[in-house]
């Protein structure tokens, strides 16, 4: 199905038989539906790490305002650079994916679902199209879901268009009801009020079809991957300097090291951990763990090779985030066009280190004050460059900046 | 705009939204198809889609605006868009960028005379094990080397002349 083959590891989600999770699902009470995700102590795949069975609960035990409906929305706004996992995961799994979508529903009561998929991700809709067709004529969506009565569910897919910032789950519902992309105040959260002010579960795309997988084979056995903290298998987006980018499988826990060894890049000179929002990792840094306790991750890893200057990567980042800011509260609109011109100066050769340490209090105020995790997270990139590599990026001639 | 065209428009914006659902969550949808068709969203056909939601138009261009791919402004048919996110910019997308101008005598952020293409850059396509990738209109091309760039544009090319007047979708 996948014409650009991505997959570099077997994934454990090729095991699970479509169609047992949400079959065991069904013989199961609502509560013990949420009470099997909570033991397998799964926490959101998109990065933030949130514990998905208490998501769950919140919104099971939310009150739905008259003549509405809960809702499951599926997060596949994919857009974190270094980041295609969710790409593989809806052409080649889809079905768990939905399956996962359907289960959340039956878990708290909702009978409408949605799956927001980003507009670079068009080429898909077909496929997905198909995949829903199949699933409505097999009785998997729809009224009386596999001959449980009352079980009413259906999942429809609404197009995002290219916008960073509705990744973040309120911009996602404000795109949804038809507004620009701009993050709500939290709380209220969406488990209470959601896409048209009900309560909404709002998941990644791998938590979902996790979620699936972990019915099918119960809790204990999700818990013995990974770490007592950090349950389960997680997908990683390996792109940049390695022998063999793609996306691969690992238990989490595993160290940096470990990772590079298996990709191809043990030479790296550093690495992106968590995409643009995320840290770049000197080699120092290497023995330390993919895991929630360690360095969370939603699974996007680009490697540097010893050649790279570090200082181009930190500027191509904050061009993403000029760009994806949407420009709603002043530390994140400004802050980044601010950091943008420090690391020109940078790259000029004309930066002073007590200007240096302006832009790095500047980067504080950002993650402080920024109202939602894009502003909270663009400057980590930069201070960590300037903060590892501090003798690569000062005092550059102008030769070097001309490059 | 001639008076049986905005008619036309007209009549399409009514029955887009009729199929969406006459509320402002079908805003996105119904914009997305416009912008499909038309390769952008005028401001005549923003007043129309204001009118039937019962919304303000304000709101409408307001939403045009904030999304990377609805347009305002005329677009070319097909909307090349080259990432520009690190891991293609690592795999050489400044050399692709660079052909991609040559070929179509514009620069990013610019439209054909012609009306055929518009060239854009954009944020990461999630390709990045494949860079350099290019999105055209809803085609993806991974590993894009300067020397492909003309084929890939050239097979754009195929879908004008007599069949120019139909809207592009491919």
New interface residues.
Partial sequence: MNPMNSKKTPLTFDTIEPGTGLAAALKKSRADIIGEVAASNLRGRGGAGFPTGTKWNLAAAAGVREGGTKYVVCNADEGEPGTFKDRVLLLDYADLVFEGMTIAARAIGATKGILYLRGEYVYMRPHLDGVLDRRRKAGQLGADILGTAGFTFDIEIRMGAGAYVCGEETALIESLEGHRGEPRNRPPFPVNTGFMGQPTVVNNVETLASVAAILSKGAAWFKTFGTEKSAGFKLFSVSGDCDEPGVYEFPLGITVAELLQKVGGPNAKAVQIGGASGHCVPASGFGRKLAFEDIATGGSIIVFAPGRDMLHVAKNFMEFFVEESCGQCTPCRAGNAVLLEGIEKLERGACSTAYLQELLALSETMQLASKCGLGQSSPNAFVSIVTHFQDEILGRAASVAAQ | MLVSQQQKLQDEIHELVGRHGR???????V??ELQQTYSSVSDFAMQVVADE?GIHPAEVY??VS?????HHEPRGRFQVRLC????C??AGKSRVARQLENELGITFGETTADGRFSLEW??????????PAL?VN???Y?KVTPDQVHAVLDDCRKVFGAHAAQPVHA
């Fill in positions: 509320s402002r969550a079908a805003l996105m949808p914009l997305q939601i307001g939403v904030f999304y990377a791919f609805l520009q996110t690190i891991s910019d690592l954009a944020s990461c396509l999630g390709m990045c094990d494949q860079g999105l809803e085609r993806v991974t």
